[in-house]
């Protein structure tokens, strides 16, 4: 178990060779591995990044594309296979700004990065050397 103070409220299970079952505490699931419709790990951390993104701009977004807006978004890595490891990470958003002006569409964009910066969580921590540490542990 972890020596965090903050319980994160997610587990997997094992459910087949390199196959696993992600749960979080509000009753999610995500199929973890290399087979049809499962996600890999690396494949998570960039959609960890993309969402996070898509998050914190969207109700700054909404402000100036109003509540209904749609949107899609794409998340593209520089992988190194010498070293096992993403480069670099870009994510592309792409409102619907349908018939708005310039000036709203540079006010969207604006505050819709100033909301990026204040609030993805994933961005901030990526943008830093994250200490991580793992165990192997007997349950009695």
């Given at each position: ?5 903050t ?17 979080n ?10 087979g049809e ?11 960890a ?31 190194n ?22 000036e ?37």
């Amino acid at each position: 178990m972890s020596d965090s103070n903050t319980p994160t409220g997610l587990f997997i299970e094992r459910v087949g060779t390199r196959q696993y079952a992600g749960t979080n505490d509000r009753g999610a699931t995500i199929s973890i591995g290399h087979g049809e419709g499962q996600w890999s790990p690396g494949e998570l951390l960039k959609l960890a990044l993309l969402g996070c993104n898509a998050m914190s701009a969207d109700s700054r977004l909404a402000r100036s594309l109003g509540e209904d807006f749609q949107m899609g978004a794409v998340v593209d890595a520089v992988y190194n296979k010498d070293e096992d490891r993403y480069e670099s990470m870009s994510v592309e958003l792409i409102p619907e700004f349908g018939d708005a002006d310039e000036e709203t569409v540079a006010k969207a964009k604006k505050y819709g990065l100033l909301g990026i910066d204040r609030y993805c969580t994933v961005g901030h921590t990526l943008d830093h050397v994250v200490p991580h540490t793992a165990t192997i542990t007997k349950e009695d």
